[in-house]
């Protein structure tokens, strides 16, 4: 069975939720009840710093210009 993320099992950091593994009860949740999207629907750092970059224009808040 493939979940929600692609993947065959559920790749939450939060292993002793009541929903682990159990994507509709997840989406549902958190569409509901949370302001972010589940773990596996988030966006990974990574690319948010990309993205942060590249509309900044190379700028850091730590590198003042």
């Known amino acids: 069975m493939v979940l929600e993320n692609g993947r065959g099992t559920c790749n939450c950091v939060k292993i ?4 682990h593994g159990k994507c509709p009860e997840c989406m549902a949740h958190h ?3 949370k302001r ?3 773990y596996c629907k988030r966006e990974s750092r990574v690319k948010q710093k990309k993205v942060r970059l590249a509309v900044s ?7 003042p210009a």
């Open 36 to 38: 972010y999207p589940p």
């Open 57 to 63: 224009g190379g700028q850091t808040e730590k590198d």
């Open 16 to 19: 002793y939720c009541e929903r």
């Open 31 to 33: 569409e509901k009840h």
